[in-house]
Structures are given as structure tokens and as C-alpha cells.
């Protein structure tokens, strides 16, 4: 007897439209809806489009010592940002505590501007108002700014 989720060997929650697995991914982690890429391929590309982002370098795991992991995330929001595909994101809150990863505030901000963000929080005691990038100022689609 055929399981019923499936038809053709494929499962239904994949025949989604893009837009609806994108739904339904907002409401995982970024590091969860990332991890979902890894499905399948039609699984792929759908985190991309989540519209809102939570990042904080006091959750670093499972990269050994403490260098190791404020590199594995920096690495890691780089690469979640480098590959939004110019989807706009809703809300973003960048959360760095840590000297090293605090140094990339600057283009982080700019990164998530670019992505025409609406609700942007920074938090960071290594960060200051006359760091902000001057697209921060100028951004039309932000509505709200909190540190």
C-alpha cells in the first residue's frame, strides 16, 4: 500500500509553491530554514526568501573553540545574506557581543539595507550611532530602528 503523503516518490509539502513554503519556513530559526536546503533539491532555494532574520553570536555552536565559533558565524551570516537573492526582508535583528563578530555591524547593516528591510535592530555594546552607515539614513523601506 502507497503512503498517502507521497505520489511518485515525491512528497506533498514539496509540490508547494515557492511562495508557500516560504510561509511556512518564517516560522522556523534562519539557522533552521537554511537547514532545510538540504531536503532535496527543490528544497534548495525556498529559505531564501524567509522575511525575517535572527542573528546572535551568543548562540555559536558546534564549531569547537571559542575563535572558531565567531568565525563560523560570521561565516555564517555572510553566507545567509550573500545568498538572499534580493528578497526584501521584513524584519532583522543583528545581536553581536563579541569584538570580532561586532566588527562586521557595518556591512551587515548595509547588506540587510540593500534587501529593502522595514524593521532593523542592532544590538551591541561595540557598536555606536556614528558607526551607522549612511544608507541606513537614507533607506526608504525603514520604518523602524532599534538598538
Not at 516518490?9 to 511562495?19: A, F, K, N, Q
Not at 563560523?72 to 550573500?82: Q, R, T
Not at 555606536?128 to 539614513?137: A, D, I, N, S
Request: glycine share 4%; net charge negative.
Amino acid at each position: 500500500m502507497e503512503d498517502s503523503s507521497t505520489a511518485n516518490g515525491e512528497d506533498w509539502i514539496s509540490r508547494l509553491p515557492d511562495s508557500l513554503l516560504c510561509h511556512i519556513l518564517s516560522f522556523l530559526s534562519p539557522k533552521e530554514a537554511v537547514g532545510t536546503s538540504i531536503l532535496s533539491k527543490r528544497w534548495e532555494n525556498p529559505w531564501t526568501c524567509v522575511p525575517s532574520l535572527y542573528f546572535c553570536d551568543t548562540f555559536m555552536t558546534d564549531c569547537g573553540n571559542y575563535m572558531n565559533k565567531v568565525n563560523c558565524f560570521i561565516d555564517y551570516v555572510n553566507w545567509v545574506l550573500a545568498h538572499r537573492d534580493g528578497f526584501a526582508i521584513e524584519k532583522c535583528n543583528l545581536s553581536c557581543y563579541t569584538l570580532h563578530a561586532s566588527a562586521h555591524l557595518y556591512s551587515w547593516t548595509c547588506a540587510v539595507i540593500a534587501c529593502m528591510v522595514q524593521e532593523l535592530t542592532i544590538k551591541s555594546e561595540l557598536f555606536r550611532v556614528g558607526q551607522l552607515p549612511w544608507c541606513l539614513l537614507t533607506c526608504k523601506t525603514l520604518v523602524e530602528y532599534s538598538t
